[in-house]
């Protein structure tokens, strides 16, 4: 699977925000308010549910063990499903707050790099390698967040190591690179992995909440840009679309 993201760059490399140099990143609008206060309640309802199989099962353990073997099937499937929503949720949330809640500020790449690749622990094991070029954006820092975790994310998930991060100029672009050794995304569903919730396969194969490429288009819009795909063939020599993030400078 493969991620690229260009960011076109002023001559001082600095990116430009989507208004202005000093302005904070966009608000969102009342119904993105309206997700992001709907959210929080629903996580609080979301975590309650999480620990009522736990007691329902500590209940029957004390009161009835014989049956534990009816039940632990069941249990077992709500406890999946509310850990499953709350972490919808969670990603939902991350939608709501993309360009909002921040400023525009000099961001470090290699220092975001680092601590995505140590959260998702692929820092330490060998598999991943990393040629920064160009040290220093200006965006959301948050955003900025948001572009590797998603990328080295989706590259773990689906993809099979090595992983390759490249962050370098070219063309007066910031282009950063995620790449690892999978087949990338088949160009029959490059629209369906663009959509809020959509996942390729089932959750209960790869737990994932569907919204991480919908969050990268979302950054690409706030800061102006767009994404689109570029097809190649995967090592089977079959079609795949790999997705290009392209971030242009405000006029």
């Known amino acids: 699977m493969l991620g690229v993201i260009v960011l076109q760059q002023t001559r001082d490399k600095e990116l430009t925000d989507p208004s202005d140099q000093t302005a904070t990143v966009c608000d969102a609008d009342d119904f993105e308010r309206f997700v992001h206060i709907l959210g929080h309640d629903l996580r609080a309802c979301a975590r309650a549910l999480s620990v009522l199989p736990t007691w329902i099962e500590e209940d029957v353990v004390s009161h009835a063990p014989e049956l534990m073997p009816l039940m632990s099937e069941n249990i077992t499937m709500m ?31 290699a220092t975001v790099v680092e601590k995505s690749l140590q959260k998702l622990g692929m820092g330490t094991n ?27 994310s989706n590259a773990q998930k689906h993809g ?16 950063i690179h995620v790449a690892d050794a999978g087949h990338g995304i088949p160009f029959a569903h490059r629209g369906k992995v663009l959509e809020p919730m959509s996942t390729l396969q ?50």
């Open 126 to 152: 060998g598999t991943t390698t990393t040629r920064i070029e160009l040290s220093k954006i200006r965006c959301g820092p948050d955003d900025a967040r948001r572009i590797f975790d998603i990328l080295l």
């Open 79 to 109: 406890k999946t499903q509310s850990v499953r929503l709350d972490r919808m949720l969670v990603d939902l949330l991350e939608f709501s707050r993309v360009g909002r809640l921040q400023n525009i500020e000099t961001i470090s790449i």
């Open 202 to 251: 089932s959750r209960d194969a790869i737990e994932g909440s569907g919204m991480g490429l919908a969050i990268l288009q979302k950054i690409a819009a706030i800061y102006q840009g767009s994404i689109t795909w570029r097809d190649v063939e995967d090592s089977a020599s079959t079609q795949a679309a790999l997705v290009e993030i392209h971030l242009p400078l405000a006029s």
């Open 160 to 175: 099979a190591p090595p992983f390759e991060v490249q962050v370098y100029e070219a063309d007066g672009c910031c282009v």
